[in-house]
């Protein structure tokens, strides 16, 4: 079938020209190279500073010199009630109802949270399942949280792995693991997106295996919030967990999101651990004995907002309002056609990788991944030389992210015509 692209400067010009989101590409700060923006493909990793951000860090700074300690209580935006401030844009970004999301703490201190109250082994029923290859920081949450129930990570630790000669998990395979592995297990806990090969998982289906095996579910979104559309409440999982400077473009280190279904959102059965924040709000300053948890997910909070990288987030999640996640995946499925479409263009030209990254196209995000030969580091070092900002992987690949929020379609015709 003849594709649809044609691999012309004036081509992609067409596209940018008729691209509804082109105006959001000027509410982000380009790096430089050599006078002009670089070609940026590492959303995936770090986003864009947006514009307004500068603004948004000042006006608390502001707060905070205008007010001092009154300034939780005083302003335009009172510190201690910040959270909710975010909270209608992040129910809506991952498909949640307002009191299942909550912001708080950084990724892997909220999934060790969620952990502590969905990862409960007894008896015979100890193991999680999980991917092979998963990223480091969910590798080591698990076995930690494992070891510290006191089993041994190589028994209680079960991991899927691709088929011999394969890239990427089949979807029968997880949800046949589960099945098999069902009476022994406590706790399926996958990512939305693969990190490396850019793989995404069928989470509502892996939700119902879980469940059907009574175990709990729960989702590492790091590399799926912002890039996928979600419906977190309806496909029911137990928790998800999620960064914000990756496609949510909130600055390095920024805040995590976190989402509790509702059906535990008022569970006093349910074991947490607990902090000042995260009690009842109308009683919070009477320093009593006796925790009285929020209702919903504010109830796992520990601390008071990281007021300066919340106020970081609220000014791109005001972004993500005005854009709107269906019609920013929309864009981005198109782009990351026309990325394959270019790549593969290049490749036919001798270049020598293949993309991992599934073809079809609602099993994969922005991310395309090129597992490369032997010179593929050569390749990407002299990608960088020339302006490109990509990612490289251990031991042999190369992420490239279009983000269709500040990423043109001309970036794309650029990079190929490099390659």
Known sequence: MPSLFQPSPEFARILDQDDPLRSFRDKFVFPQHKGEPVLYFCGNSLGLQPVAVREAVNAELDHWGEYAVEGHFRGEKPWMYYHKFLTESTARLVGALPHEVV?????????????VSFYRPAGKRYKIIMEAGAFPSDQYAVESQ???HGYDPAD????ISPREGEDTLRN???????????????????????????QYFDLENITKAAHQAGAYAGFDLAHTAGNMMLRLHDWGPDFAVWCSYKYLNSGPGGPSGVFVHERHASNPELPRFAGWWGHDE???FRMEKGFNPMYGAAGWQLSNAQILSFAAHLASLKIFDEAEMYRLRSKSLLMTAYLEYTLNNARARGLDFRIITPGYKNAR???LSLLTGPGGRALFDRLTEQGVVA????PNVIRFAPVPLYNS???IWKLGNLL
């Open 365 to 367: 995000g922005c991310q």
């Open 146 to 148: 494992v070891r510290f």
């Open 156 to 159: 209680a630790i079960i991991e």
């Open 409 to 411: 379609f001309t970036d």
């Open 103 to 115: 912001v708080m703490n950084t990724l892997s201190v909220n999934l060790h949270l969620m952990m």
């Open 282 to 284: 109308d009683s919070r």
């Open 172 to 198: 029968a395979d997880i949800l046949d693991t589960i099945s098999r592995h069902g009476e022994e297990t406590a706790l399926v806990l996958f990512p939305g997106i693969q990190y490396y090969t850019g």
């Open 391 to 394: 990612d490289w992987r251990e």
